[in-house]
């Protein structure tokens, strides 16, 4: 089991809001700066942190509905993410983005490809220099447009629960590649989209996220686990 909270990175600055801490505490535990095991005190993190105990308990609330930490009689304590949390994570888009693309080709005539030829394009200016943070976050609003042109709101808000935790994961993982080439994968995936063939459709997002997953499953098997954060 982990130790108790002893130390942190830089506090939160200008100003500490609790959605800057709860994108931190992510990112430290998907990394593995916070070992499985390690019990997250509400008053040492607020402490290290800046902030009061409110957000705090705000982000430990959301990190443990994303499954990365649980709750104990002793307290909060931190869960991690596994190889076959991975899997069953990429499972789940999987399904719902084949439901998304589905729910797109039905709409192709009245499509509005706006939003994804943006994060396209956004995709190949985070690529040259490399910004593993903002080529990520393109590249999940290249995804969530499918979801906007599906039009399924539910389905929509289904995947916006999930996206936070594959922006943390991709952002390691985008430090280890070549992102021009990546963006032009994606490009290939509209394309075939737009087609309104399905089955290619729904083929060529099982090949990319196949590959994503198995990906994002290497570099963190063989990433060296850096100094603890707390």
Known sequence: MGGELVTIINPLRNPPL???LLVQLRSL?????LGVGTHLVEGRIAERFGVSRGPVRDALRQLEIEGLVETRKRGVFVRGLSDQDLLELYSLRGALESLAIRET?????????GQID????QMRIAADPADPAK?????????SGFYTLGGNRWLTATWALHRPLFAAVMEITNTDRELASVADDHV???DVVRSGDVDAALAALTAHLD?????IRT??????RPQPAF
Do not use: K, M, N
């Open 18 to 20: 609790g959605d800057q």
């Open 29 to 33: 535990i998907v990394r593995g700066e």
């Open 105 to 113: 080709i039905v709409r192709l005539e009245s499509a509005d490809w």
């Open 118 to 121: 943006e994060a396209l394009d």
């Open 135 to 143: 080529f990520a976050a393109a590249d999940l609003d290249f995804h």
């Open 188 to 190: 290939g995936l509209r």
């Open 211 to 215: 590959g994503s997953c198995g990906r």
């Open 219 to 224: 570099t963190l098997s063989e990433r060296p």
